[in-house]
């Protein structure tokens, strides 16, 4: 809003609400346990982070994922989906590779409106600790995500 023409205890400009661009690589609304975006995605920040989505209707969808884990050698790194708080997938990272999973979401675990997803990481270390301090990196990481995407399913042929 502009300031107004005559005097105001706040003549300057007002910003009720600025909308974001759409993320095209991260299409869900984090709420708990996520790193602030990255140039190549985002960091998992401790044992369990958050999601939500809008699903317009009731119907199957997909979750298009690419993760890798803060790997520690001689570790697997598991990360437990959950919709709604019911299980829907187990991710087993056994080396630092990434993957990319499309995992199946059954309309059955689904609300109209607002979904939650979590990720239940079977650990989260910071760098600082996996490299006696050479990173100085502090945060307890679990894995990194290059693509989260919630999408209707598309019927296979």
Known sequence: LDPPAEPSPWPYPICIIQVAEPDELFNANPRLGWSPPEPWGRWALGA?????????????????????PNWIEGRKQEVTIL???QEL???????????SEKIHIPADLLD?????????SEYAISPAETTDGLNPDTRPLSFGVSKLILRPSTPSP
Not at 52 to 64: C, F, K, S
Not at 112 to 120: P, Q
């Open 48 to 68: 369990e982070s958050r999601v939500r989505w809008v699903a317009p209707l009731v119907r199957d969808y997909e979750l298009l994922i690419t993760a890798f």
């Open 83 to 85: 919709i709604n708080d």
């Open 89 to 99: 997938a187990v991710l087993t990272c056994a080396g630092d590779a990434p993957l």
């Open 112 to 120: 109209v409106g607002w979904n939650r997803i979590a990720f239940l």
